[in-house]
């Protein structure tokens, strides 16, 4: 937490001049190319902290949402928490014995990953309940941190928390410098983001909404305990992000970023409010620095939200073209 | 929400001195008289602010939870949401003519409240959501917005949001004052407090925690909205307040303030974390001046945590003497 004090301090003497962008805005944002998306992006937040403008919205209602698996961290060859998932179902296979004849365990303990997931989202339902519930909220927390601190994406070697995008941490703080709140709203598991978003990307757990399973208070030995149970209070994805917003939130963003079309109800609710509102879709267009994937992809599929973007007004940014740089150096 | 603003920016400035309680605390607190209560609450803020201390504890985990209902406002002769909800059904029943002969509503027409609300919180389901539902938000808002313009206590002829507590207002802006985030955990209608929390408490939408219903995002006419639906999602009661807590803040608060058996939980599980915390009773000792009750109250029934509270080191407030002024003036 410490480590996170600096930043956060600064960004609140900086909020002292909040009533207009803070001068020098562009070099906020120095993995940024210059060009469209950028210079919408500073257009936007000028225009709504410029004291007495048309478009000026006070600090308590700068809402800004983001998406997190491939608009904040990657997302390919899989959902990073799906390796978690993995190395769990391995972790724990000793005392389910019955896992070995029983889909889609047998198949994911043999390594066979496309066989496992196979049907899609419904397969990894009983995968995701048997390794996320049961536990209390601190003992998941713990198997989450100790899991990141060892596990290295497949591709890059490198660990999945250094597999975020540099120009959207700069973005993070650039927003937070102009007075807005920044809120993960994610198809991922709230309690699996918690544990790391902070420290990340500076956003702390009540700003991390996220797909949720059902909650028990009890007491163990005396002493009380919150316990994860294999049930979902909220699908935090496509329609499901404006619920999660409203629960979480209470208010309509202002501006919202995401990459698939998983968002496109997130963007659409944010920016049919009133007064100025901002949509940005990341699309993954640098299948040499990164991934390269839309239409086709399963993972983070992006198609009615690259149709609908230009009617919308949403800022479509080439990860290619728009980003001088991806991960961090 | 710009009336906000100026205290907001105060605390943010006085926030630059964090490592230390601000000075003159006291001073902060003029509507408690000296005594065990007010020197509790001092020693506390200063013992967790205090840079280098053992108990010091970063702002980022300076989290404190407040009850609603009789530990920031009123709730007698009943919880001022069921006045709104008995306005309702009055105001609806035009278009509900099958309500003349259907209990709870025919007697709750009839004016007679007792035989409407005897068999207690059961009784009140199907009267919530006939008046809770089916709305978008924006629609229930407004419902609560302009039913608040106008309605009064039947006591004391003020308007409710005026049936604050001055010393409460004054703890949660010494808080915050103190790099403290504030938070409403109230078993009461989370979009019924929401549109008022902020101007009344400071306290903005993402930080009221509350009794929470179904909803759904849907298009109407092509314009995005959010339906509420006659469903529960969360009953923010007694042990449904730590998993309220922990669905929406994410971590254990160090501080908690209720006046109930309802909020039990809440402060065992506040003050059972590790390193310094902090747990408070309002109890409500004061006929004259407002009303007197605990073990033996329908409404803010306290006997449970008025039995446990030495052992558990939780403050309780005696209205009576601890408090110079209920009321604002």
């Not at 001068?23 to 004291?51: C, M, R, Y």
């Not at 979902?232 to 963003?253: A, T």
Request: proline content about 6%; aromatic content about 10%.
């Amino acid at each position: 937490m410490k480590t996170m004090l600096k930043p956060a301090f600064a960004a609140l003497l900086i909020r002292a001049s909040f009533t207009t962008a803070i001068s020098h805005a562009a070099d906020l944002l120095p993995s940024w190319n210059e060009g469209q998306a950028k210079q919408s992006i500073v257009a936007f937040v000028e225009k709504v902290t410029k004291s007495g403008s048309p478009d000026f919205v006070p600090v308590a209602e700068r809402i800004a949402t983001f998406d997190n698996d491939g608009t904040l961290w990657a997302e390919q060859p899989m959902y990073f928490q799906l390796f978690f998932v993995m190395d769990r179902i391995k972790a724990l296979a000793p005392q389910h014995p019955e896992w070995k004849t029983k889909e889609p365990f047998a198949s994911l303990l043999r390594g066979d990953v496309k066989t496992a997931l196979a049907s899609g989202e419904a397969g990894l339902v009983p995968l995701v309940l048997a390794t996320h519930a049961s536990l209390t909220t601190e003992e998941f927390e713990q198997a989450v941190t100790g899991w990141l601190a060892t596990a290295k994406h497949p591709k890059t070697g490198r660990p999945f928390t250094e597999m975020v995008y540099q120009p959207m941490l700069e973005l993070l703080a650039y927003l937070r410098a102009n007075g807005f709140k920044t809120f993960i709203v994610s198809g991922g598991g709230i309690e699996f983001m918690r544990p790391w978003a902070e420290k990340t990307y500076g956003i702390p757990p009540e700003q991390v909404v996220g797909s949720s399973g059902g909650l028990k208070y009890e007491l163990r030995d005396g002493q009380p305990v919150i316990v994860k149970l294999p049930s979902i209070v909220l699908n935090d994805d496509k329609d499901g992000k404006p619920v999660g917003i409203q629960r979480h939130i209470g208010r309509r963003p202002i501006a919202a970023f995401g990459n698939s079309d998983g968002d496109f109800q997130m963007l659409e609710w944010t920016t049919s409010g009133k007064g100025a509102r901002f949509g940005l879709i990341v699309h993954h267009t640098d299948a040499a620095r990164e991934w390269a994937y839309d239409r086709q992809s399963h993972i983070g599929r992006l198609d009615k939200g690259l149709d609908a973007a230009k009617a919308k007004g949403w800022i479509v940014v080439s990860m290619k073209d728009d980003w001088k740089t991806i991960f961090p150096k």
